[in-house]
């Protein structure tokens, strides 16, 4: 099957979806199809073959962040090309309500179309002002997928329709065969956190706090960071007896990434809010690293209701340190916490979620009946 799949993000800038359109792209290739992504990217960005530039992207304010869109009469162009070119069996856009290339690329394609739902939020103004706009290119639309129950709850409430539910997914075995750092964890305990240190729904400042409130008690603790950000910011919100006891990454590749939560006896997922999945989640328990995340109702479905990960009171430093104290003080309780995350990750591994997917492209591709409407068969 030909698939034409479109990032709405820019491809060099690490995210949750640029990441799944990567994955489902090279599993869906290892399946042997032909796919070709189109994104946003600077036109002498380095880029895998099957991956095409649509222009630069410009920083946009969407869904408590900043993504870098692309959306214009160059942008417009390229996508018609590309699918004039591709000749595509199907098209799956991701995140078509966001003004970027899936919005272009569901007005401009002639063939079915497939949508897949990651954003949540519990109102959005700008989504029901953009409502009728989108109305004309959600019509379009043959199938939808959403990432997560929230996802298909926002998708329910500000756009109408409903979804199939198909997870994000995580390629197991990149994860669980990685080799530590050198030097990490070490023996007076190692936290992790990986993520945007400048976006504040991320919770990496409520971390610092619990940092160093625990750092008090224990003199061997170290923190590592890995994620876009600079090491001398992080370097100041800290006091200066504990700068040497915090590495800061930056911004790592996948395989850098897998040895980074390999490195840490816990992996600490901070975040405040804006969530609707949780795929740092799924990649530290593939790391076989015990996760402990805020209390977001993304969180504890990945974490099974804290069966494959501890929880946290969200926003709350003070439980965070003592929740995270309280672990790296009993192993056989982190043994437990990484072995169950470990077994769920393995529900999430892209081989299975791939071909999930595939399964909607089937469905839409041979039928005229909407796959939304189709009860969902899969795992």
């Known amino acids: 099957m030909k698939v034409g799949l479109v990032c709405p993000y820019t491809w060099d800038v690490p995210g949750g979806v640029q990441a799944h359109v990567h994955d489902l792209a090279t599993a869906l290739i290892a399946l042997g199809h032909d796919v070709s992504v189109i994104t946003p990217a600077d036109d002498d960005a380095p880029l895998p073959p099957y991956v095409v530039s649509a222009g630069r992207a410009v ?217 609707s999945f949780g795929i740092v989640l799924l990649e530290a328990m593939a790391a076989q690293t015990p996760v402990l995340a805020s209390d977001l109702d993304a969180f504890r479905v990945v974490l099974d209701d804290g069966e494959a990960g501890a929880l946290f009171a969200t926003g709350d430093a003070v439980a965070l340190a003592e929740a995270a104290g309280a672990l790296l003080d009993d192993r056989d309780r982190r043994a437990r916490l990484a072995a169950s995350g470990a077994r769920r990750a393995l529900d999430y591994d892209w081989s299975t979620v791939a071909r999930d997917i595939i399964r909607v492209y089937e469905t839409v591709a041979h039928s005229s009946v909407r796959a939304a409407t189709l009860p969902y068969q899969g795992r």
């Open 59 to 275: 920083p946009v304010p969407y869904n408590g962040s900043v993504a870098r869109l692309a959306f214009g009469v160059l942008s417009l162009g390229r996508v018609r090309r590309w699918l004039r070119e591709g000749s595509f069996d199907v098209v799956h856009v991701h995140e078509p309500a966001a003004p970027s290339l899936s919005l272009l690329a569901t007005w401009a394609a002639d063939v079915p179309i497939i949508a897949t739902f990651h954003t949540s939020v519990s109102r959005s103004r700008a989504m029901a002002a953009a409502y009728s706009i989108l109305q004309t290119a959600l019509e379009k639309i043959s199938g939808r997928i959403a990432v997560s129950e929230a996802a298909r709850r926002t998708l329910v409430e500000h756009l109408g329709g409903d979804a199939v539910l198909i997870p994000n997914g995580v390629q197991v075995s990149n994860f669980a065969t990685a080799r530590p750092l050198p030097d990490w964890p070490g023996d007076g305990g190692a936290i992790g956190f990986l993520g945007r240190i400048d976006e504040p729904r991320k919770g990496f400042p409520l971390l610092l706090e619990a940092f160093q409130l625990m750092a008090e008690q224990r003199p061997g603790l170290r923190l590592l960071v890995a994620g876009p950000g600079d090491a001398d910011d992080v370097h100041k919100l800290l006091p200066a007896e504990l700068r040497s006891r915090v590495r800061v990454l930056g911004l790592v590749s996948d395989a850098e990434k897998a040895r980074m939560l390999r490195s840490v006896d816990l992996f600490v997922a901070p975040n405040t809010g804006g969530e």
